[in-house]
């Protein structure tokens, strides 16, 4: 007896014995974009802003982390959904952090469902989401995170505000540069999200507003590699 | 099939008449059209972009049987499930049953026109199991108990003071007409689903089989929510939505969505490969199992079709926008999951046995549709193709079949030609005014009752030519 | 394709001219034979076939390509027609419907290689800067859809009444949109059809213009017979006549 696996991949093998795809001819390469003089960095603030994140910085190392407690305070944080702060690139963060009183929940969710029921509950209290970056893409604003030990998906989608910790020397030019390298972070990544700016619905008369499910504010804090 | 055009043309006689349907679908498609022509202008060659996502959409279905069994294997590698389906009950069967299983109470939902198409949340709905539409407009048209009126914004039929009244009448919340209010109240009831849901079920933009990657597209992080929070994920695809490679995204991505909303890219970009990991400790969050279900219901029959190309959509909702015969009915009138010139074509290609054909006609082939297309699917000559199986099925009604029978001998016979026009002159001037049709009867009393019929000239143009050419030889 | 202006060119009138609207064929004539061409009109011409294309009734319609096909092809001489919609059937549609025809393929390839619309051919061909009429008012422009999307000609029309002195064109709101004729479709979904109209008769008016020119009978059917039940006095003109200055 087939299986509906079977029946179905039959089915298309009978079918492409038949099938009318038409297919145009190849069209001239396209040009590439001109080598952009303008820094990257620029640009990413740019379109970050465009689609209504706020960038900060780039912020040096010793800067740092005086740049992320204003943000966060500024943002009304008490309870933090973070990622672990050794997976953020800035040095005793994690310290900084106890020591100006921010209070940082447990993200791990337990497996079994009515624990993890609670914890989900007490995890939606946090005002603020802290994550880090693994790259950003320039021409969109773009933020790419990736989930995994240490780092909550929740953190960047539950929170009303988000602050994201970006090291501006992941700033990559495009989608297109990221995607062509990303075969193997997909693979080793249960999720791997892209992030530009608030979240946003236009569901209501096609009225814009922010802030529909995930983050009603995103803080993106650039952080440069050594002092200026 | 008598029965659905008869409703049909009830649900085009209802929507003609409904006022602020018509003004919301003005506001809202002229809106869309417009933002997807400025988001067309960040393309440095959108032409060329087009081609090559039609290149791909074709050249992935001309192997889709080894990219499926790729897609399979990459996502069971991951710790994913694959089920496939070979229809609409196979596929319930499929989600009921996991939710049994793994005692599933609640389902909070992101936007899946697979979904639609299979009759999923009535049927879970039956099972006992509660579901929650995540996404903003479909949230508001589940509470509405109607469907979805278009594939990107579901809603836009709805006035905002309906909705205010809706929420109102359904949350209990105090009646309003400030959008920013009602989103409030739906975020907030929405928090709660997804903090206590079971299961999140999801749709998928694109399946990248070298990776197992599903690829989710959504403004509101509705989606992140809901495939992230719940401790089971279950992913509806249709079979058709792979491409090959992660690189390949970017060539679609970026046309999807400026064809979508006119943005550069959506707010939220979910890739998704497997459940939690478990490495190194394991991932905090994140859903324990991961189910995907890929779903044939008609596609194969299509891919052995001539109308195969309608699986290169990868709907975008263009074509919605810029249809002048939507833009005057709405997504409702065409009593299918799938409206607008896409619905045209899928919905009888997907069920076959004459329904929805009357959809083919209700089209003047005026190809704009074809015209917007990311991946420039011919629909136009994919109605005349539907039109001409009805007509192969005998479906076209008496009085047409003869009348183009006849017309088809006078044109084959000029001697009839004529004498058919000279009979038309006869007429004209024994019922015409002035020339001109005020009333006929039959089937052309529906041009009649709001338009004059210009009739035949007294004298044909071969006539005046003779005329012309004896006095200027 | 050679751009030299040709000698002679054969005009396929079409069946919606040649028996409602002659005199368009008239001003047909004024024009190609006033930028000094030879016009001749193969006797035995009837319908390109279009309205059974469009039901679905193929076999129909190239029963009538075929005739359409032996009509034309006596001669080598291009083919002008004033309809974008039976020019893209004879371009497009002839070549698709009879391409497993082992005769009458190629005849309807070689044919579609010579056939123009009006526009198409004044602009394209005989690159006509100057009608050298004179016309009054203000004058708007449909684009009717298979002239504007099935043969890609947006500019040639607005070119050609741009050089009317005396005349003032007006911008359409929507002039791309269809005007709800799709032939059968007026008749089978004529209550769609009329939404449309009316929306396209509401911008017309609103464009404040005397006359609405389009290329494609059909379409002129249809805003005439509305605007005309309307008790409007807004003319309704093929670009020819109005490029004779009608």
């Known amino acids: 007896m087939t299986t509906a696996r079977q029946e179905v991949l039959q089915r298309i093998r009978a079918a492409l014995l038949t099938a009318v795809l038409p297919m145009p001819a190849e069209p001239a390469l396209m040009a590439a974009p001109v080598g952009d003089t303008e820094d990257l960095v620029d640009v990413f603030r740019r379109e970050a802003e465009a689609v209504g994140a706020v960038v900060h910085g780039p912020v040096s190392p010793s800067e740092a982390a005086a740049c992320i407690t204003r943000v966060l305070r500024a943002a009304g944080a008490r309870r933090l959904l973070t990622w672990n702060p050794a997976e953020m690139g800035v040095a005793g963060l994690a310290e900084d952090l106890e020591r100006e009183g921010f209070e940082t929940l447990d993200p791990r969710l337990p497996v079994d469902p009515a624990n993890r029921a609670k914890a989900l509950l007490q995890l939606g209290e946090a005002e603020v989401g802290l994550t880090g970056a693994s790259a950003g893409l320039a021409d969109t604003g773009t933020l790419v995170l990736r989930s995994g030990p240490g780092r909550p998906r929740l953190a960047c989608l539950l929170p009303p505000v988000h602050v994201a910790l970006l090291p501006a020397r992941l700033i990559l030019p495009s989608l297109a540069d990221f995607l062509s390298g990303a075969a193997q972070a997909a693979m080793d990544h249960a999720n791997l999200v892209l992030i530009s700016g608030p979240s946003r619905t236009g569901d209501i008369e096609l009225t814009l507003m922010r802030g529909m499910h995930g983050p009603r504010e995103v803080h993106i804090i650039l952080l440069a590699d050594s002092e200026p | 099939m008598k029965g659905t055009r008869v409703a049909f043309h009830s649900r085009v006689s209802l929507a003609l008449k409904d006022v602020p349907l018509r003004s919301a679908l003005d506001r809202a498609t002229t809106r869309l059209q417009s933002m997807r022509e400025i988001g067309l202008t960040s393309l440095a060659d959108p032409d060329a972009v087009r081609d090559r996502a039609r290149r791909l959409r074709a050249s992935t279905l001309q192997r889709l049987d080894t990219h499926l069994e790729a897609f399979e294997t990459a996502v069971v590698a991951r710790g994913g499930q694959v089920h496939f389906a070979r229809d609409a009950a196979e596929a319930r069967r499929i989600v009921l049953e996991l939710a049994a299983s793994h005692n599933v109470r609640r389902v909070v939902k992101s936007k899946s026109m697979v979904s639609e198409e299979i009759g999923l949340n009535p049927a879970l709905e039956e099972a006992s199991v509660e579901v929650i539409e995540s996404d903003l407009g479909e949230y508001i048209v589940q509470l509405a108990g109607e469907t979805p009126s278009h594939i990107i914004a579901p809603a836009f039929h709805k006035t905002k003071e309906q909705i205010g009244l809706l929420l109102h009448e359904k949350l209990g919340i105090p009646l309003t007409v400030d959008p920013a209010t009602m989103m409030a109240a739906a975020r907030s009831r929405l928090r709660d689903v997804y903090l206590t849901a079971d299961m999140g079920i999801s749709g998928v933009n694109f399946g990248v089989s070298e990776t197992g990657t599903l690829c989710i597209v959504t403004n509101e992080g509705n989606a992140s929510l809901s495939t992230s929070a719940p401790r089971l994920h279950v992913a509806l695809m249709g079979i058709e939505r792979l491409v090959p490679t992660m690189a390949d995204l970017s060539l679609v991505l970026p046309i999807l969505i400026r064809s979508a909303t006119g943005q550069k890219l959506s707010v939220y970009l979910d890739f998704i490969t497997g459940p939690r990991r478990l490495v190194n400790g394991g991932d905090p969050d994140g859903p324990s199992e991961l189910h995907v279900v890929l779903v044939d219901n008609g596609r194969s029959r299509v891919l052995g079709s001539e109308l195969a190309e309608i699986l290169y959509c990868i709907r975008c909702g263009a074509c919605l926008n810029v249809c002048p015969v939507y833009r005057e009915v709405g997504g409702h009138a065409y009593g299918s999951v799938y409206s607008g010139p896409i619905g045209a074509v899928l919905t009888p290609a997907l069920h076959g046995a004459g329904v929805g054909s009357e959809l083919a006609d209700a089209s003047t082939l005026c190809g704009a549709c074809k015209d917007v297309c990311p991946v420039r699917i011919d629909i136009p000559r994919m109605l005349v193709r539907l039109r001409s199986n009805a007509v192969e099925h005998g479906e076209l009604p008496l009085s047409f079949r003869l009348g183009l029978r006849l017309f088809r001998l006078a044109a084959t016979w000029p001697w009839l030609f004529r004498a058919a026009a000279r009979l038309g002159r006869i007429v004209t001037r024994a019922l015409a005014d002035q020339n001109y049709f005020r009333r006929l009867p039959g089937p052309l009393s529906g041009w009649t009752a709001q338009r004059d019929l210009r009739g035949f000239a007294p004298k044909p143009f071969s006539t005046l030519l003779a005329e012309r050419r004896r006095k200027r030889p | ?246």
């Open chain 3, 1 to 246: 394709m050679t751009e030299a202006r040709p000698g002679s060119v054969q005009l396929f009138t079409t069946c919606l001219v040649e028996n409602l609207r002659p005199q368009v064929g008239l001003a047909v004539l004024d024009l190609l034979e006033g930028q000094g061409c030879a016009v001749s009109c193969p006797m035995g011409q009837t319908c390109c076939g279009q309205p059974a294309y469009n039901a679905g009734c193929l076999d129909d319609a190239r029963a009538m390509a075929r005739r359409t096909l032996s009509v034309l092809a006596r001669s080598k001489d291009p083919v002008v027609i004033p309809s974008g919609s039976c020019a893209d059937m004879i371009i497009h549609r002839y070549p698709e419907i009879l391409k497993n025809d082992p005769i009458d393929a190629g005849a309807a390839r070689e044919l579609a290689g010579r056939t123009y619309e009006l526009s198409q051919f004044l602009v394209g061909v005989l690159k006509v800067k100057e009608v050298g009429a004179r016309s009054a008012g203000r004058i708007t422009y449909h684009a009717s859809c298979h002239l504007l999307r099935g043969l890609g000609e947006a500019d040639s029309p607005l070119q050609l009444l741009a050089t009317l002195s005396g005349a003032e064109m007006v911008p359409l709101k929507g002039a791309e949109e269809c005007c709800g004729f799709g032939g059968l479709f007026a008749i089978k979904m004529s209550d769609i059809s009329g939404a449309m109209l009316q929306r396209k008769l509401d911008h017309i008016r609103a464009s404040d213009a005397q006359t609405v020119v389009a290329c494609d009978t059909g379409c002129l059917l249809h805003l005439e017979g509305g605007l005309r039940r309307q008790g409007s006095a807004i003319r309704v003109l093929h670009l020819a006549e109005a490029l004779v200055g009608t």
